[in-house]
């Protein structure tokens, strides 16, 4: 890692620390995006050394961020063994995140549905409606909120949370899954969840934990980073000062994630090899090849299992969920 100071005054408002407002920053690394090859573009990883949050910079106007993200990046299963095999995988995989939010709901007193911002095609909301619960789905994509309402049978919107037409108050439970590390401003969107939930409302929130041992390890080449979509990098304690400082009280930690943590430590070993990365770089594959290569990354996925639990364990796990109230 090299250390280079950058002088505030040539720094635009946006690239001011979104935590802490400062201009004073080193550069960690440079990096692209490994996983998608979406630009052959290189970007500075730095750090703010007031609050040392890690973020990319400059950031990424909001068109050059658009070409980052791939059309199908979020998962639709197709009909094939592979994609059914990966359709029952997630299912399976998903069943720590509806645990830790039914956890959520029957604890919290205030009544309304559950939205989940960035659904994506909403398997997630999917497994909660058939367990009975009240549920609503927010996404960015269009393509996205079709699926969710299409394939998964969940009421979807497509937009963004702060200036999504809901009405205050409405919702128990707001739910983000690695969703505040691709914004510009985190902030807002747990700003308008606060006002979105009713009194003693819960908010759940999972992002890559940026103080791992993952991280230690793989240095750059950590899956977590993901250049350029991540614009943020969050540690454990500057996601629980985020939400801290828009109204909320952290009740709950959680390190480990079945579906997250093994698997990106294998992304992190091989991004070659994610199944993800190689449908959207559009790797030319037979279904034989593929099923091959996915039992190969599912194989790595395991053997990381064991190192992984251990990471959680000692609370520097690879991602961090929390669960918050509302003040
Ligand atoms: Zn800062």
């Not at 006002?195 to 791992?212: C, F, I, K, M, T």
């Not at 400082?245 to 930690?253: D, I, M, P, Q």
């Not at 594959?285 to 053997?303: C, N, Q």
């Amino acid at each position: 890692m090299t250390e280079e100071a950058v002088p505030a005054e040539v720094i635009r408002e946006a690239d001011l620390c979104p935590a802490c407002g400062s201009a004073s920053l080193r550069t960690l690394f440079h990096g692209t995006d490994r996983l998608f090859g979406t630009t052959a573009s290189y970007f500075e990883v730095v750090e703010c050394t007031e609050c040392r949050l890690m973020r990319l910079f400059p950031q990424p106007t909001a068109a050059e961020l658009n070409q980052y993200y791939p059309a199908n990046y979020w998962f639709a299963a197709g009909t094939d063994t592979a994609s059914k095999l990966e359709d029952f995988y997630r299912r399976l995989v998903l069943g720590d995140h509806v645990r830790f939010v039914e956890k959520a709901i029957e604890g919290t007193k205030a009544a309304g549905p559950l939205l989940d911002v960035g659904c994506g095609g909403g398997l997630f909301l999917r497994l909660l409606r058939e367990r009975g619960r009240k549920v609503m789905g927010l996404d960015f994509s269009l393509e996205a909120a079709r699926t969710a309402w299409g394939v998964n049978r969940v009421p979807a919107m497509c937009g963004t949370l702060s200036k999504a037409p809901l009405r205050p108050g409405a919702f128990s439970v707001i739910t983000m899954f690695h969703v505040l590390e691709h914004l510009y401003d985190p902030a807002g969107y747990v700003e308008a969840a606060h006002e979105l939930l009713a009194a003693d409302g819960r908010l759940v929130v999972q992002v890559p934990n940026a103080a791992s041992w993952q991280f230690l390890l793989f240095g750059q080449n950590w899956n977590g980073i993901d250049v350029p979509r991540h614009l943020v990098n969050f540690k454990e304690k500057d996601l629980v000062a985020l939400v801290e400082a828009c109204g909320f009280e952290v009740t709950r930690r959680k390190f480990f994630s079945l579906r997250d943590n093994p698997a990106g430590m294998a992304t992190s070993i091989s991004a070659a090899l994610d199944p993800m990365g190689r449908r959207v770089r559009g790797v030319p594959e037979s279904p034989g090849i593929r099923l091959l290569k996915d039992g190969v990354y599912f194989g790595l996925t395991l053997l990381c299992l064991p190192f992984t639990v251990i990471e959680a364990t000692c609370r520097a796990g690879s991602t961090i969920m929390i669960e918050a109230r509302k003040k």
